[in-house]
């Protein structure tokens, strides 16, 4: 006996498994662990955190190293030619001169003064015509001592620039880069209640269709029994079989909604499950299967507006837009400040000029400020500035015009909500009527009071009373839902 019981239980298992039921949080649990377009918003905020982190790194010094080599054909010569270099003397003035003994020229004298003569016999200026000087000594300068091999040049530096005052664009884009990043952070809060909103549809949708599912079951059951009453009527001779033919046409009927229906929850599960990335084939069921309707909730309307305004995404998302304009005007306006920078730097080459050409590496340390200051560019500065503003007052027509739309919206909502509810209470009404209509004309058919027509009638008026109110319960928890996700409160359960 305990074996069979056994085998019975390990049976039971897969289908316990199979057949695992979740509630309307647990499947916004599996979507919000699945759903890639988060994993894509989160990245978004990812790259959002390191462009910030990047635009900080333009406060630091930039350090850099740079290493160069070069292949000359040539070398370079500071002589065309070898050179004869006259010998003078350094005069009294430290100046450079010469005395008679080291010119060839004849001499006279001018004022008390010895003056050097040309060849024609007239005196001249010695350092305004040099070359009519006869010297006596010259100094050799062979080209090639001063020429240098430059076939390979190597050089190599290292250094920094430290940013000291950009006008204030450095702040701004800072600015922008933390702002943007604040965005990113806002659209995976408003991707996530998207997500949830997409859930609370499909899952209430797929409740609906499991109770009209369940309601076409309920239909053709009723109909499968009345078309043994009429059979039976017949075999008595109290009906015709036009009335069993009624009968049978909207039996067709009920089964053919009820596949209807059948297909369209496992659409709607399908879709459901697509949403929280669970398996399509899986076999899940829903804990509000057995709905029960309620009214929905209407929010304060002064604190709808309030909220809405304060909790929207729109709104946030455009100040911080607002944010991001009016840095962008002070960096236009900065455009028109000095720039001011402080730079370090080490460099070293191969050939040096340090002591002449010397093939061995040596450097030197350098170090200095530079100051750009912009004067005039017909213009472009000025309107670049205006153009910036006007985007700026654009952000700020645009905030308040979604302020306007979201009143708009939140009393809309809350119509919905109100009409949902009304709705929903004719429908109850409406069934209970159904429902005692349908009593009474299956009492009348029994007691050949009225025609199989009119208890047809009262089955039909009977069943979309019931579509009706699982239609009004739905639409009552999916106003309540529009009201939350337009007053900012979505994600609020």
Request: overall charge negative; charged content about 25%; hydrophobic content about 40%.
């Amino acid at each position: 006996m305990k074996k069979y019981i056994s085998v019975a239980l390990c049976m039971l298992l897969p289908a316990a498994v199979f057949a695992q039921t979740y509630t309307l949080k647990e499947y916004e649990e599996f979507a919000l662990q699945n759903s890639k377009t988060l994993k894509v918003a989160q990245e978004r905020i990812n790259a959002a955190e390191n462009l910030r982190k990047a635009a900080f790194t333009q406060f630091l010094p930039s350090f850099q190293a740079v290493g160069t080599y070069m292949w000359n054909q040539k070398n370079i010569s500071l002589l065309s030619e070898d050179a004869l270099l006259p010998v003078g003397t350094k005069m009294a003035d430290g100046s450079f001169g010469f005395t008679a003994d080291q010119i060839s020229n004849s001499w006279t004298v001018i004022d008390g003064q010895p003056v050097p003569l040309d060849a024609d016999g007239v005196p001249f200026d010695p350092k305004a015509n040099p070359d009519k000087i006869q010297w006596k000594q010259y100094a050799y300068l062979p080209k090639s001592e001063l020429t240098y091999d430059v076939h390979n040049v190597f050089a190599a530096g290292i250094g920094f620039t430290q940013p000291i005052y950009m006008g204030g664009k450095v702040r701004e884009l800072y600015n922008i880069a933390k702002t943007s990043e604040d965005i990113a952070r806002l659209q995976i809060d408003n991707t996530q209640e998207e997500l949830m909103i997409s859930v609370d549809q499909a899952y209430w949708t797929t409740v609906s269709l499991i109770n009209k599912k369940k309601l076409a079951e309920k239909y053709v059951e009723l109909l499968s029994r009345l078309e043994k009453n009429v059979q039976a009527s017949i075999d008595e001779g109290v009906a015709t079989k036009g009335d069993l033919l009624n009968v049978k046409v909207k039996l067709n009927e009920a089964n053919l909604a009820l596949t209807r229906a059948t297909d369209g929850v496992a659409l709607s599960k399908m879709a459901l499950f697509r949403v929280c990335g669970l398996d399509l084939d899986g076999d899940f069921g829903l804990a509000d299967e057995d709905i029960t309707q309620s009214q929905a909730q209407e929010l304060d309307p002064a604190y709808n507006k309030a909220q809405a305004i304060d909790g929207r995404f729109e709104i946030r998302e455009l100040e911080n837009l607002e944010k991001i304009s009016h840095s962008q005007v002070k960096i236009a306006r900065s455009r028109f400040l000095p720039n001011i920078a402080a730079s370090a730097n080490y460099l070293t080459t191969n050939p040096n000029t340090f002591n002449g050409f010397e093939n061995k590496f040596k450097g030197m340390f350098s170090a200095g400020i530079a100051v750009t200051i912009p004067i005039f560019h017909f213009g472009d500065r000025i309107h670049t500035l205006k153009a910036a503003q006007s985007e700026e007052k654009i952000i700020r027509h645009r905030i308040d015009e979604a302020k306007e739309l979201i009143n708009l919206q939140v009393t809309q909502a809350n119509f919905k909500v109100r009409e949902a509810n009304r709705k929903l209470e004719t429908a109850q009404s409406n069934m209970s009527a159904a429902e005692e209509n349908l009593r009474l004309a299956d009492l009348s058919y029994k007691e050949g009071l009225i025609s199989i027509t009119d208890l047809l009638g009262a089955q039909t008026a009977w069943i979309s009373a019931n579509s009706d109110k699982i239609d009004a319960g739905i639409d009552a928890r999916m106003s309540e839902l529009y009201l939350r996700k337009a007053v900012g409160l979505s994600n609020i359960k």
